[in-house]
């Protein structure tokens, strides 16, 4: 038996499938998707085995190593989707696999082999195996065909558990759980402890008075009776109590309660909506849909309701949902109607807490992923439904290879499982309300917020006018009156102040100098908390400077708005108001995001004041007054979808304004109010600006109208990279057809980053087969300049950040 291994080096070279033999104990054991140690030239590799042949054309052929996996960590299906993924991003094959499986087990975890609760049922040969313990270690294992044999029947049957023994704490762990044998389970039942064994006829007494016949933990039943571990040991030696291991999950929500949610009857719109998403899931077709409804009306409450069909069909559901949405509010919401159904996959989990999420799901413990773009990967087997809320998100296309977009991702999984997929915004992205109007997706509209409240009336205030009449607040006097009204009438507010565009840095107010990373050609940017100047990029740092060193000028400050000098400035104007602070700074310590939302969430401030991340999915009743420092700092980013990110984030922030029973007023502001993208946001005209944008877009030539391809050439020798670039352009520009525009070589906008300088050449197009095949063979013909480090090449398929 031969099997087909791509191993973990990801170069041009080695972007193939190579042949082993399976060592013949393995034979009946090993199935493609576990991971394996093959030897590769002089050394010991990893690989994934994608398949198994009887035959091979190899002459000399080398055995595997090892097995890495006892169970297949890829399913067929996602064997199948990374190569996919692998041809359309133009990424090696190892990358796009290695993306699917979590961190944790990529290391070289130590596996271990668990005999589960009812193992008097495993065949002798396993028993022995274990020689009367629990625990095995993979490595200890009979290498013997039959063994193996009957392990792999007993792993498919759960009687066998694999486990990953992660480095650094993230461990699974095992607890013991202690109940009283049967006999003595009564209160005052007799037992013949001696009487010198006093804490031992403490424990029981106590345990008769308090459980009966229910268990407990070890570790809890130690502090309630202030007993020691030898103690409890012994009764379990004299068979009073009954001891059993079960393992337990590192639950990152397990000491919350949530609140047990059932289904609301829907509005009728939203009602249309479930119904057609179910007529998809019954008849099992893969229908695209996009969920078009105003921030408040209900989008959550369809996939739930969904969902919760999916789940009675005894399929499986996955919810996409943006990294900064995914709030404990949001998962609430999910937890809160599924409770132990549901695995969240959230990047900010620890690599253990991760990997245990992963596991529920690779077992089959639970129904509902939710989760950021990777949970797209989700290893269910039966999906019945993909949702990808806030569609329009940038987010979900990832920035690092495999540079795939969760959503065609998405699509692919619903095709392969027959099964609907719903994208769901209040402000879709281009790209998709035209499939929309052109009916490659259904489109379903939520038009009204819930039980018809009005939206939020929304105020521009035109900050020049402000300007003028010597107000250098960041502050408008409109929003300060507002804010002022709120905290009379006991209410909430949310500001926000949009980060990008609005880094400080330091400037020389005598000549302007303005000190830049010397590796990257960036601007370094203020950091308040340690005072020192920091590149975004590479990390370089240095001391904030106080002379400049072109000038040697004193007046050298740092300019820009970050939250904190907001928060200073809030202070100082509205000496009264409660503010909580919402940023990278506040919010870097696990937890710590919940506890701020919590507090304000018990009215424990007045105003939350944040970057993007309050962006979205809040859901407060008391928030009446939501404002927009600087609506258009986006608006002059070099990105065609500047005008479409500043109407969404309008939007959203909107959004999170008079959702209940009180009214919402929102105040935004502006240097340019006059712009379309804040004028329809301020009328709540998501179709206006759709057209108006639409025009811009086909003026320029850009998405929705062509497709974008973006290759970056990158070098430590300015003129090697500039005749790379110019020979790559070359090509691609000879390989397609007349109608594909290829623009450049031009220099990247941040025209140097880790001291290599950097080119770029896009490409519009409307229909080129071809395209995918064409970059491949570019990335091959520079393979070795690659291999040697020099030279690096990266190629995107939807480029999102043009930086
Ligand atoms: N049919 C219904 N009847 C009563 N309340 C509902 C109904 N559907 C949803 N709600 C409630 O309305 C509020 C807004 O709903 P939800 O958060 O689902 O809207 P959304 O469209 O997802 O909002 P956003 O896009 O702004 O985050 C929630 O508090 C939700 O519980
Ligand atoms: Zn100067
Ligand atoms: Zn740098």
């Known amino acids: ?64 190593t090892s097995l890495l996996d006892p169970s297949p960590v890829l399913s067929g299906e996602l064997l199948q989707l990374g190569r996919w993924i692998a041809e359309e991003t133009v990424c090696f094959l190892i990358t796009a696999y290695q993306s699917m499986v979590p961190s944790a087990i990529r290391a070289k975890p130590k596996k271990r082999l668990f005999l589960a609760e009812d193992s008097e049922a495993v ?98 039943l130690l502090e309630k009776t202030e007993a020691g571990r030898q103690a409890v040991r012994a009764l379990v030696d004299k068979g009073l109590l009954i001891e059993k291991k079960t393992e337990f999950y590192r639950d990152p929500y397990k000491d919350k309660m ?27 077709r893969t229908d695209s849909y996009l969920l078009h409804g105003v921030t408040g009306s209900g989008k959550t409450e369809v996939y739930l309701q969904a969902i919760d069909e999916v789940i ?70 039966n999906l019945g439904l993909i949702v990808m809320d806030e569609e329009h998100e940038g987010s979900y296309k990832q920035e690092d290879h495999p540079r795939y977009h969760a959503k065609h991702v998405a699509i692919w999984r619903a095709e392969y499982h027959h099964c609907p997929v719903v994208f769901g915004s209040a402000t879709p992205s281009l790209e998709s309300y035209v499939r929309a109007e052109k009916g490659v997706y259904t489109l379903l509209e939520l038009p009204q917020r819930v039980n018809r409240k009005a939206m939020p009336e929304v105020t521009i205030q035109d900050m020049r006018e402000e300007l003028r009449q010597g107000n250098r607040s960041v502050f408008s006097t409109l929003l300060l009156d507002k804010l002022k009204e709120r905290i009379d009438k006991k209410e909430q507010s949310v500001l926000f102040l949009n980060r990008r565009g609005h880094s400080t840095f330091v400037m020389c107010r005598d000549c302007g100098f303005t000190p ?29 400077l106080h002379t400049c060193p072109s000038c040697q000028s004193s007046q050298i400050r740092f300019f820009g708005t970050g939250t904190q000098k907001v928060e200073e400035e809030l202070t100082r104007l509205l000496p009264e108001a409660r503010v909580i602070r919402m940023d990278m700074d506040t919010t870097s310590r696990k937890g710590s995001h919940e506890k701020l939302l919590d507090a304000f969430g018990r009215g ?8 993007q991340m309050i962006a979205k999915g809040l859901d407060f009743p008391k928030i009446t007054l939501a404002g927009i420092l600087a609506a258009d700092t986006m608006l002059h980013l070099p990105d065609f979808r500047a005008a479409e990110r500043t109407f969404q984030l309008l939007t959203q922030v909107s959004g999170r304004a008079g959702r209940d029973e009180l009214k919402g007023e929102v105040v935004v502001q502006s240097y340019t109010p006059e712009h379309y993208s804040i004028q329809h946001a301020k009328t709540h005209n998501y179709k206006a600006f759709y057209q108006e944008e639409m025009l811009q877009r086909r003026r320029g030539g850009y998405p929705p109208f062509y497709y974008l391809a973006m290759v970056n050439a990158a070098h430590e020798d300015l003129a090697e990279v500039m005749k790379t670039a110019d020979k790559i352009t070359e090509y691609i520009r000879s390989s397609l057809s007349e109608k594909a525009v290829v623009l450049g070589p031009t220099v990247s906008p941040i025209a140097r980053i880790k001291d290599r300088y950097r080119y770029q050449c896009m490409i519009k197009y409307k229909n080129e087969p071809e395209l995918t095949k064409v970059l491949q063979s570019v990335a091959e013909r520079y393979n070795s300049e690659i291999a040697k480090g020099k030279l690096q090449l990266s190629m995107d398929m939807y480029p999102y950040m043009f930086m």
Request: charge should be negative; aromatic fraction near 6%.
């Open 312 to 381: 009675s069909q005894g399929k499986e559901a996955i919810v996409l949902v943006p990294e900064i949405s995914l709030t404990p509010q949001m998962v609430n919401r999910f937890k809160g109607r599924f409770g132990a159904e549901v695995a969240v996959l959230h990047s900010a989990l620890s690599a253990g807490e991760k990997y245990d999420e992963w596991r529920k799901i690779h077992r089959k413990e639970v129904k509902v992923a939710v989760g950021a773009r990777s949970a797209v990967f989700a290893p269910f087997d």
């Open 258 to 284: 949530f609140q047990k949610s059932t289904a609301l009857p829907l509005m009728e719109e939203q009602q249309t909506a479930v119904d057609n998403i179910l007529e998809s899931l019954h008849k099992g």
């Open 1 to 64: 038996m031969i099997a087909k291994v791509i191993v973990d080096v990801p170069t041009g070279q080695t972007n193939r499938l190579y042949d082993y033999k399976i060592p013949e104990e393995m034979e009946e054991f090993i199935q493609p998707g576990m991971r394996v140690n093959v030897p590769f030239g002089p050394r010991q590799i990893q690989g994934f085995v994608t398949d198994t042949t009887a035959s091979t054309e190899v002459k000399r052929i080398k055995e595997i």
């Open 604 to 611: 424990e401030a007045d105003i939350l004041l944040g970057t």
């Open 516 to 544: 830049s990373c010397p590796h990257c050609e960036i601007t370094l940017t203020y950091h308040h908390t340690n005072r020192r100047l920091k590149c975004h990029y590479c990390g370089h740092e240095e001391q904030m």
């Open 123 to 220: 065949p002798v040969e396993i028993a022995d195996a274990f020689a009367g313990k629990t625990i095995l270690d993979w490595e200890a294992f009979p290498a013997e065909k039959k063994a193996m044999k009957l392990l792999n029947e007993e792993i498919q049957a759960g009687r066998v558990i694999v486990d990953y023994l992660l480095k650094n704490r993230t461990e699974k762990k095992m607890q013991t759980i202690l109940s009283l044998a049967k006999e003595y389970q009564a209160a005052g039942s007799k037992h013949n402890l001696s009487g010198n064994a006093k804490k031992q006829q403490q424990i029981v007494e106590w345990m008769q008075n308090e459980l009966g016949d229910k268990e407990i933990a070890q570790p809890e």
